[in-house]
C-alpha cells in the first residue's frame, strides 16, 4: 500500500477493520467499512469507490485481493469429531466468494476505463494475494492518470 501511494495513487480500502490512523489520514486513502463475504456491503463498496474514484479525476486502476482466513483443523479431530462446517464455509465466503464478487463487480466497471497505450490496451489489474502473504489488508487501488 506504502507503494501505491508513494506513486501519489488514490487506494480504496474494503475491510471489516479499520486500517491505521496513518494511512486513512491521507487524502489519498479512502475507506469503506465491508464485509466481503456480504454481498450487498461489497456491491455498495465497489460504487462508492467508483463515485470517489471520478470525484477525484483518477481513472480506476485495478483490484488486489488480500481478504482471507485460515481454518486450521482436521477433518476429523483427536475426539473424533469432524471438521465445523459453519467454519468451513466462513473460509469459502471470505477466501472465493468473496474475492470473486469482489473481482466480477469491479471488472464491470473496469471494462470501460480508457485502454493504455500501447499493445495490449490494458484498462487495469487485478491481483489475488494469498492471506498469509498480506500485510495491510486492502482490496481495491486506484490509480492517478
Not at 462508492?48 to 483518477?58: M, R
Not at 464455509?89 to 469482489?102: C, D, K, P, Q, R
Amino acid at each position: 500500500m506504502h507503494d501505491l501511494l508513494a506513486k501519489n495513487a488514490y487506494v480504496s480500502i474494503l475491510d471489516r477493520s479499520t486500517p491505521p490512523d496513518e494511512l486513512i489520514s491521507s487524502k489519498n486513502v479512502k475507506f469503506f467499512k465491508t464485509d466481503i463475504a456480504a454481498l450487498a456491503q461489497v456491491v455498495s463498496a465497489v460504487n462508492n469507490t467508483v463515485e470517489w474514484a471520478s470525484s477525484t479525476g483518477a481513472p480506476l486502476g485495478g483490484v488486489i485481493n488480500c481478504a482471507g482466513v485460515g481454518t486450521a483443523a482436521k477433518i476429523i479431530d483427536a475426539h473424533g469429531k469432524p471438521h465445523s462446517l459453519d467454519l468451513w464455509e466462513f473460509a469459502i465466503a471470505v477466501n472465493l466468494t468473496g474475492s470473486f464478487n469482489l473481482t466480477r463487480l469491479v471488472l464491470e466497471h473496469l471494462v470501460k476505463v480508457e485502454p493504455e497505450a500501447g499493445r495490449d490496451g490494458e484498462r487495469g489489474v487485478v491481483i489475488f494475494v494469498a492471506s498469509a502473504a498480506a500485510v495491510g489488508s486492502f482490496n481495491q487501488c486506484s490509480l492517478k492518470g
